[in-house]
């Protein structure tokens, strides 16, 4: 069976970085951090009290009031940036399109976390009179509703379902969208994810595994992946989608194409449930088998968006594993860690890295990896490859990786090409 090619033509984002993809794109190749105070609640008993929060969103500019008051906070950023790419794809502006064709395969790691905290706490309050809880309280809460309302917006009745792996979400989704295309299941798939867990559960959580940094004093500072003095990641949120098209349905209806997906790599790590593999053996086994999809050597990639949360132990485990992946390569590759911008958006992060793989190959320049400090160095990281620390770089993109790795082991990495 000849695959067939798969090609992006419509981008959304709702980020910490901006409301549309390209004030998100400026401010992160301008390295602006997406960080602050936490606004959205009274933060000042937590141990971290700062985030990459969205700023300014307007639901409203998507969603009619009724329709929003229905739907968690992470759906919003969904629907919106959802809207942003279908209208920039202009895939459904022909009525003729067959939207039975057209598919939504998105994912959120979390789901509806404020509308469960909310509810939650709602049972305790009215438990002398017996249980009442909304009765969207189960639509509003779970994982998988994103993709279900973008279909029924829209209308798509392609291939539909929700993808939940954590950190990898996202990049879980667009895999399984790149391959129901070239598989000729769907001619489109709108694919992507939302999160928006900047939540007393969220943070009390993450602090209780210690996971996030406590750098209060400095929160525009404070993800510095490949520094010495990481201490944790920063929580961010918001929503990215991509349209995803078969190329000859892309080219037939004249559209705008921003990138070829040319290969998708899937492992787990099988080691623990919530740290990386200490020698990223999981790490490695993705990017090889994305490139093995792709059909290319490790030799013809220019640029990797790391995973790169500023922990500890995952930036360490990922350096070496694309040391041991790319061998002498490695050192002639741009390496970079957007999350030192945006935070990390868990479910969404595959997909807003995804993004910036593909402005990477459009425009040639490489978005770069923030807060490092001179002689803040980690002695068992190689600072010898390039991780293109606080200043974006000009340099043809031709092929770009991105990889991601959730709790539970899970590690997805995605593969781009300038078209």
């Given at each position: 069976m000849e695959l067939k090619r798969v090609v992006v033509t419509g981008l959304g984002a709702i980020t910490p970085l901006g409301n549309d993809v390209e004030t998100t794109w400026l401010n992160a190749i301008n390295g602006v951090s997406g960080a602050g105070p936490i606004t959205r609640f009274d933060a000042s008993l937590f141990k971290t009290q700062f985030a990459c929060e969205v700023k300014d969103f307007n639901v409203d500019e998507y969603l009619d009031r009724r329709d929003a008051r229905r739907m968690d906070l992470y759906c919003h950023y969904a629907i919106a940036s959802a809207t942003q790419a279908l209208a920039?794809?202009?895939?459904?502006?022909?009525?003729?399109?067959?939207?039975?064709?057209?598919?939504?395969?998105?994912?959120?790691?979390?789901?509806?976390?404020?509308?469960?905290?909310?509810?939650?706490?709602?049972?305790?309050?009215?438990?002398?009179?017996?249980?009442?809880?909304?009765?969207?309280?189960?639509?509003?809460?779970?994982?998988?509703?994103?993709?279900?309302?973008?279909?029924?917006?829209?209308?798509?009745?392609?291939?539909?379902?929700?993808?939940?792996?954590?950190?990898?979400?996202?990049?879980?989704?667009?895999?399984?969208?790149?391959?129901?295309?070239?598989?000729?299941?769907?001619?489109?798939?709108?694919?992507?994810?939302?999160?928006?867990?900047?939540?007393?559960?969220?943070?009390?959580?993450f602090n209780s595994m210690k996971a996030i940094s406590t750098r209060n004093d400095s929160p525009e500072t404070a993800s510095r992946p490949f520094s010495g003095s990481r201490d944790g990641f920063v929580m961010g949120e918001g929503g990215v989608t991509l349209v995803f098209e078969e190329l000859e349905h892309a080219l037939a209806r004249g559209a705008k194409i921003y990138a070829e997906v040319i290969g998708g790599g899937m492992s787990a790590d099988a080691f623990h449930i919530t740290a990386s593999h200490p020698e990223g053996l999981g790490a490695s086994l993705v990017m090889k088998r994305a490139l093995e999809d792709a059909?290319?050597?490790?030799?013809?990639?220019?640029?990797?968006?790391?995973?790169?949360?500023?922990?500890?132990?995952?930036?360490?485990?990922?350096?070496?594993?694309?040391?041991?992946?790319?061998?002498?390569?490695?050192?002639?590759?741009?390496?970079?860690?957007?999350?030192?911008?945006?935070?990390?958006?868990?479910?969404?992060?595959?997909?807003?890295?995804?993004?910036?793989?593909?402005?990477?190959?459009?425009?040639?320049?490489?978005?770069?990896?923030?807060?490092?400090?001179?002689?803040?160095?980690?002695?068992?990281?190689?600072?010898?490859?390039?991780?293109?620390?606080?200043?974006?770089?000009?340099?043809?993109?031709?092929?770009?990786?991105?990889?991601?790795?959730?709790?539970?082991?899970?590690?997805?990495?995605?593969?781009?090409?300038?078209?």
């Open positions: 920039d794809s202009k895939l459904l502006d022909d009525e003729k399109v067959d939207r039975n064709e057209i598919g939504v395969i998105y994912g959120s790691g979390i789901g509806g976390l404020h509308t469960f905290e909310n509810e939650a706490g709602y049972y305790a309050k009215n438990e002398a009179n017996g249980p009442k809880y909304n009765p969207f309280f189960i639509p509003m809460m779970i994982a998988d509703i994103a993709a279900g309302h973008i279909s029924i917006k829209w209308g798509l009745r392609g291939p539909n379902y929700g993808v939940v792996s954590a950190c990898a979400t996202s990049t879980n989704a667009m895999i399984d969208a790149f391959n129901y295309v070239r598989l000729g299941k769907a001619t489109a798939i709108v694919t992507g994810g939302s999160e928006a867990a900047i939540y007393p559960a969220g943070v009390g959580g059909g290319i050597g490790a030799d013809e990639v220019d640029y990797i968006n790391v995973h790169g949360t500023s922990t500890p132990v995952g930036d360490l485990s990922e350096a070496q594993a694309i040391k041991e992946v790319f061998g002498e390569h490695a050192y002639k590759l741009n390496i970079s860690s957007t999350k030192s911008m945006t935070g990390h958006m868990l479910g969404a992060t595959g997909a807003m890295e995804a993004l910036f793989c593909i402005k990477a190959c459009e425009e040639d320049v490489v978005p770069p990896t923030i807060n490092h400090e001179e002689g803040d160095n980690d002695p068992e990281i190689d600072y010898n490859l390039n991780f293109t620390f606080n200043k974006a770089q000009r340099r043809e993109v031709k092929v770009a990786l991105s990889n991601t790795f959730g709790f539970g082991g899970h590690n997805a990495s995605l593969i781009v090409k300038k078209f």
